[in-house]
């Protein structure tokens, strides 16, 4: 059985401060980690990905990814109250390009 | 780009009836196609994988004669809930893949009282 672990928060913090989301998986096999935001009562939306060992940077999204660890993070700088919302961390195996999700982080940013 | 629409966004259907849902890619060509359940507060919950000229795969637990899925084209697969309950409301979304990149469709809101 394939997992993906988050906590569940919610992760408080202060607008302008860095907030930073954790996930964990289970099978060592998996190739290809996925962040993605979903707002109250909406879809999810692709946010970035990360196929390597190492941090990827957009904007103010940080991807890091430790597959010794089989750890995958997302950090948000500056984060702003728009940003609050639930980030699910998504893995795949590339067999079949079906994604294990975790159950999701809830971001509570505040003014 | 990688663009998924969802139609339609929102239904009311009375118990017993059938109810189909489309979801197209707009700008890109998706072999594979998910639908996905999801209940308020919960997680998303895979229902099945959807194969252009093939039959779908359904997750364990999934009725595959209750919810019918069809993925005639490289652009198009539909899910139909066939005689809906109440216990079938929920947030039913869709997704097609792009280079193992999930892309959702807006999803849409099924109400059956």
């Known amino acids: 059985q394939k997992e993906v672990e988050q906590n569940s928060g919610p992760l408080s913090v202060p607008e302008g401060a860095i907030a930073s989301l954790n996930c964990t998986y289970s099978?060592?096999?998996?190739?290809?980690f996925f962040w993605y935001r979903q707002y109250s009562g909406k879809s999810p939306e692709l946010i970035m990905f990360?196929?390597?060992?190492g941090d990827k940077e957009d904007g103010r999204f940080t991807a890091q990814l430790n597959k010794a660890s089989q750890y995958v993070s997302l950090l948000i700088r500056d984060s702003q109250p728009s940003d609050s919302a639930t980030y699910l961390c998504a893995v795949n195996d590339n067999a079949g390009n079906m994604l294990t999700f975790g159950g999701g982080t809830r971001l509570m940013v505040k003014p | 780009g990688a663009v998924v629409s969802q139609h339609p966004s929102r239904v009311i259907c009375k118990s017993g009836t059938s109810v189909k849902i489309e979801c197209r890619s707009l700008d890109f060509q998706a072999t594979t196609m998910f639908w996905y359940r999801q209940f308020p507060k919960q997680s998303l919950m895979l229902m099945a994988t959807?194969?252009?000229?093939?039959?779908?795969?359904?997750e364990q637990g999934v009725e595959k004669d209750k919810f019918l899925i069809n993925h005639a084209s490289l652009t198009l697969s539909t899910l139909t809930v066939t005689s809906a309950h109440p216990e079938d409301s929920s947030f039913y979304i869709c997704?097609?893949?792009?280079?193992?990149?999930?892309?959702f469709g807006p999803g849409t809101r099924l109400l059956v009282l």
């Open positions: 997704s097609g893949t792009l280079e193992e990149t999930q892309y």
């Open positions: 099978d060592r096999g998996s190739q290809s």
């Open positions: 990360i196929y390597s060992n």
């Open positions: 959807s194969n252009e000229g093939s039959k779908a795969t359904y």
